[in-house]
């Protein structure tokens, strides 16, 4: 049991599509034990449910607690959930379909569990923790392979009546746009996420435009990762950069519509090319947003790169956790 | 004071650009007595606010009740207000800049008073009272001369750190549009408001395509209201029916951006466009809505017209003023 001298622990776990991570907190918020696995999503539901109580369990163990000192367990999923049934709805790298995952979870760790959106588990993270820390309303954009977004709105992740919400990448930016994985067409995620860009900088190498990139990846879009692109842009393959500062000019104006719609006073940019590029980025996304808004909101937000990386989401999940069993 | 016998009024006043409204509420927001009067912008703050004030002893004393039986008082406005402190940032047609409003008014009825921006309030009426009753999230879209635009999110109205928030009718939904008032270009104000639509319509007319309206208002926009616009419509005007469909479908792309945003599951349009063509709009505007939706959003929303008219307003500030000094 959680004494006076022991307290309480909330553990947080960030399920990715590659790999899963489990950490243990302290009522501080300071990492107690930890445990990584592969997550080996072409294995099956039950196989990818086993190892997540696996790696529950020795992250616990690591940190010397023994599960009845869990006060909570908040659960980050790639994909849209069903929170107060404790179902992931749909998680499509894992294959997964309404899996009523809590119940599974606590057959084997009977203790309170709380699933969330990864991206907004993440948001949540650097809203408590990192980037958005003061911030009353944070907005964070997390451009990958897609682009993600969540909003923590006055202590609130926004979401819908029954599942996740905020879907920043399908917003449109582009009329008659190229035509996206969603049935939509001019999306936010098919203009702007490192897929584009990808795209774009590999047809620049076809054409001889962009050495750097022809010698260190060629055309191939799976090569074309963000540390090859900030490899470029600081050698000077100039197209290189004209073509993300394109993609983050979409970003920003983006930006510039949940400005109009939300008013946070932070957005907070993450991912892997942020982190390769904060300044080109942050700067691309930045002036694109001023010139997008009215003149009356130009100065009532900030953009900020992200602050804690791969630790935002699994954090974001054991605070969350704490957020929904820890006033009761 | 309030006693059991006589437990306490809400009163909510709605201040206009060409008219005040004050109506006083007993705890089941029955209404108990109102006032109305002209505003009267053109002389000046403290004539308004004089008459602000008339119009709120009136409607007490019509109701029979003492000013310190009111609970409290919400006053929706004309534009941007600092919640916090009590002051109109800027009301354009009042030619009103940082008026500290809620010190002018206690000076003469010192009672609780909260302010609110007069589109928030009628959406939060809707949401509390009318076309949003059990909703969790109700965005309210009110095309006019401009198109306002509110959110009431899990019971908060959505706001920014100091002041109002959500300009609905300056996103963007076309790419090197009209310019609008802003500043900007192709908002969805300047491409889909009553006055858009009647400046298209008057074009129309000129060219000898919209009879109906040539004869009920030639071609000044000052007289194509949506009166005339209804009539010419049911009187077969075809071009007018188009010239409404296009705008109503730039409000459904509006809206589409809008539930991938913030997940409104009911969105009520209001307004006296909305009003004069109820069936026209909403369909107009869900069907461009759900054609502008990702697949797995399209039934997580429905579309509807307000209930409450005039009355929207007035009761969504007395029933904030319920919610700001009720639970204290």
């Known amino acids: 049991m959680a004494t006076d001298a022991n307290p309480g622990y909330w553990v947080g776990v960030d399920l990715g599509g590659t790999k899963m991570l489990a950490t243990v907190y302290d009522l501080d918020f300071e990492p107690r034990g930890r445990k990584r696995r592969r997550t080996k999503g072409s294995e099956g539901a039950e196989s990818v449910t086993a190892r997540m109580i696996r790696t529950l369990q020795d992250a616990v163990a690591e940190a010397e607690v023994e599960p009845d000192q ?8 790639p994909g849209p959930i069903d929170q107060a049934k404790g179902v992931v709805l749909e998680a499509v790298n894992l294959n997964w379909n309404d899996l009523p995952l809590v119940k599974i979870l606590r057959e084997a760790f009977d203790r309170p569990i709380v699933l ?18 003061s911030a009353r309303t944070v907005l964070g954009i997390f451009p990958g392979t897609g682009i993600g977004g969540g909003c923590v709105y006055d202590g609130q992740i926004i979401r819908g009546k029954r599942n996740s919400c905020m879907e920043i990448g399908h917003i449109p930016v582009s009329v008659d746009g190229n035509l996206c994985g969603c049935g939509l067409r001019g999306c936010l995620e098919v203009e702007a996420s490192r897929l584009a860009i990808s795209a774009e900088v590999a047809k620049a190498a076809y054409r001889g435009e962009a050495p750097t990139i022809l010698a260190e990846a060629g055309t191939n879009l799976s090569n074309i990762r963000s540390a090859v692109l900030a490899k470029a842009v600081e050698e000077g393959d100039e197209i290189v950069e004209r073509i993300i500062r394109r993609a983050a000019g979409y970003l920003g104006k983006a930006v510039a519509t949940c400005v109009h719609l939300i008013c946070p006073d932070t957005i907070v940019l993450g991912g892997g090319m942020v982190e390769a590029m904060p300044k ?15 003149p009356s909101f130009v100065d009532t937000f900030k953009i900020v790169a992200a602050k804690l990386g791969d630790d935002a989401a699994v954090l974001g999940a054991a605070a969350w956790a704490e957020k929904t069993f820890g006033e009761q």
Do not use: P, Q, W
Request: no cysteine.
């Open 70 to 77: 869990v006060l909570g367990v908040g659960v980050g999923i």
């Open 116 to 133: 969330l959106n990864d991206v907004d588990s993440g948001v949540y993270g650097e809203y408590r923790f990192g980037a958005g820390k």
């Open 280 to 294: 080109l980025y942050v700067n691309a996304v930045t002036e694109a947003a001023r010139e997008s808004v009215m």
